[in-house]
Nanobody
Framework: QVQLVESGGGSVQAGGSLRLSCVEY????????MGWFRQAPGKEREGVAGISKGGGKTYYADSVKGRFTISQDNAKNAVYLQMNSLKPEDTAMYYC????????????????????WGQGTQVTVSS
């Protein structure tokens, strides 16, 4: 019923920037928060940032706080992740996700709280 499509990944040098986009298709009114997750080879999926669609409340992982910014454009059903000062440890597959449970003042950090997932976009940061 809901499809998410990510774009904007690529390969950059340490200290560079990338802007990821996530566009939501289908019954977009059923989802109430959006999040970005990442997973590196051999590692568990990690929450990066999230935003509530209605109120704009956000969370950031400690590892990206001050460097990444999540934003949204509800008219375009889009969520963005601006990534600055990238580090090699940011290298991962980045996934956009959407949740439907209306019980959060801030979007949850746990991947199990998200119902819909995109296919991912690769981010590679070289040193």
């Amino acid at each position: 019923q809901v499809q998410l499509v990510e774009s904007g990944g690529g390969s950059v040098q340490a200290g560079g920037s990338l802007r990821l986009s996530c566009v939501e298709y289908g019954y977009t009114y059923s989802t109430v928060y959006m999040g970005w997750f990442r997973q590196a080879p051999g590692k568990e999926r990690e929450g990066v940032a999230g935003i509530s669609k209605g109120g704009g409340k956000t969370y950031y992982a400690d590892s990206v706080k001050g460097r990444f910014t999540i934003s949204q454009d509800n008219a375009k059903n889009a969520v963005y992740l601006q990534m600055n000062s990238l580090k090699p440890e940011d290298t991962a597959m980045y996934y956009c996700a959407a949740g439907v449970t209306s019980r959060w003042y801030s979007p949850p950090e746990d991947a199990t709280e998200y119902k819909y997932w995109g296919q991912g976009t690769q981010v590679t940061v070289s040193s």
